[in-house]
């Protein structure tokens, strides 16, 4: 039961084969027995009663295609009920007064929260190694990372615990999990998921989607948890859309960008592989291969690394003591007791990106890198433009690497931020545009100690073109079995 896709678990449930509360029964099992550290809260209770409310739907015949389905939420999302920490010790017992529009909206679908998803606190990482609550196993091989922030949305897929996750990408965090754990993942374009309730990180960036095991399933997903929000100022007012609409569409004649600067130096050869096996496969359902550019690639992550810490050191002021959250027990005046609780409250790396926002946003330096990163921004939008937009476009849809290597293993990277932060490089660019792009598993790699390990295929799309990205990525995953592998 545990490996079926979303789509076959709500025939199943709206047949009366298996009840909601057996369903969530079984997967809260399997989260007890697992060793992965990959959720940081779950309330048997509260999600049976979540369940109990879903059966009783189905019974009345008021469903929709997410009713009874198990999910588990990244713990950037605030929950009511169940904490919501962002892997902080800032937030270590914070319980929600309200939910967030993506949990509201998956409530009112009925699906069923498992639980709350270990992350990279306030989702600055690449590894889920900066959780104040402990790093989450890759479940393929558990001496690697899952991947981050969402590496505990990854690992639960990856690992059966949960057929639906919810996860957030600034830079990547989607995307990057997803293959590194052999998921299915999409960010969908900036201002499609409501950021409500999402925790802030660098919130020109920040964007929620979901992760699965299917294109078809995340379709599902993205249907109930994307549309517009007037609580969130960046929401686009657009209406809703069936975003499973083209699955079964044919992509003969589909134009596939292959930026050369996505298969430069720094790409693993293991990595290589499998991404050009993959664009072969598409080659053989009908697609070209177009040779193009994105020539300011290498500059996303100076880029990134200048304006995500900027919106970081701005958004995170609020956490101070006062309102909420961790308070520094001894204090002499309220200078002290800001200075103790955020020193004690915030992670290496947390302190170090306020650090650089602080820095980049201050006067005399505003110029030369804040407001050079925002230009140069715009430089990178352009080059998607190129490719993907106008009359002269090159291409519909741009694929590659998402991450230049496999999982590496836990520890490799904790000393270098750096390091960290190069990983980046293929997701980056995408984010500062605000383009859609996914994740989907297309073959394995070898470990640094010879463990297999995924290897994702990342497809870029225009604005608005998650439908059509859904579609490409549905048609690999009908000729091809990555996607239904999993880990003993
Ligand atoms: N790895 C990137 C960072 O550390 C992206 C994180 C994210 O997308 N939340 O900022």
Redesign the pocket.
Known sequence: MHTKTIKELSTLLQTKKISAAELATLFLDRIGQSDLNAFLHVDRELTLQQAAQADLRIANGDVTPLTGIPIAHKDLFVTRGWRTTAGSKMLENYVSPFDATVVEQFNAAGTVTLGKLNC?EF????GNENSYFGAVKNPWDKRAVPG???GGSAAAIAARLAPAATG???????R?PSALCGVTGIKPTYGSVSRYGMIA??SS??QGGPIAKTAEDCGLLLNAMSGFDQRDSTSIERPKEDFTRSLNDSIKGLRIGVPKEFFGAGLAADVEQAVRTALAEYEKLGATLVDISLPKTELSIPV??VI?PAEASSNLSRFDGVRYGHRAADYKDLADMYQKTRAEGFGD?VKRRILVGAYVLSHGYYDAYYLQAQKIRRLIAQDFQNALTGPDRKCDVIMGPVSPTVAWDLGDKTDDPVA??L??IF??ST?LAGLPGMSIPCGFGQGEKNGQRPVGLQIIGSYYDEARLLNVAHQYQQVTDWHLRAPD
């Open positions: 990279d989702a600055m990482g690449s981050g922030s969402s957030t990408d600034t830079g990547g965090s989607i990057q990180f660098a960036l920040d990134y690394y995500a790396e960290n932060y990983a980046d997701t980056l984010s």
